[in-house]
């Protein structure tokens, strides 16, 4: 006895009655992939690297700020704190539409 098998891959999810019909026009995107992205809160142009808490430095607590503001306004030249302040490394996060 000889079995015929058929296996069918299903990506994602079932068709929809408004999907198109053309074959052709697959893959489709369904959604993109939105950044919300959060600048420095001190130059206003760069992407946050960093978020700092209870700085008497920041007009705010949190704070973001990219990494050069950060360093610029809380380390003097030779790397040393100049106040007290909590940091933590900041990552961008990225989310669906």
């Known amino acids: 006895?000889?079995?015929?098998?058929?296996?069918?891959?299903?990506y994602g999810r079932l068709l929809h009655c408004d999907d198109p019909q053309d074959v052709t026009m697959?893959?489709?995107q369904l959604s993109e992939t939105v950044t919300r992205r959060i600048i420095c809160r001190s130059c206003m142009m760069d992407s946050a690297k960093w978020v700092v808490?209870?700085?008497?430095?920041?007009?705010?607590?949190?704070?973001?700020?990219?990494h050069t503001c950060f360093?610029?306004?809380?380390?003097d030249q030779n790397g040393q704190k100049i106040c007290?302040?909590?940091a933590y490394k900041y990552r961008q996060k990225t989310g669906p539409s």
């Open 84 to 86: 007290n302040f909590k």
């Open 71 to 75: 360093t610029l306004l809380h380390y």
């Open 53 to 66: 808490h209870d700085s008497q430095l920041t007009p705010e607590s949190p704070c973001f700020m990219c």
């Open 26 to 28: 697959y893959p489709f």
């Open 1 to 10: 006895m000889v079995f015929n098998k058929e296996y069918i891959d299903v």
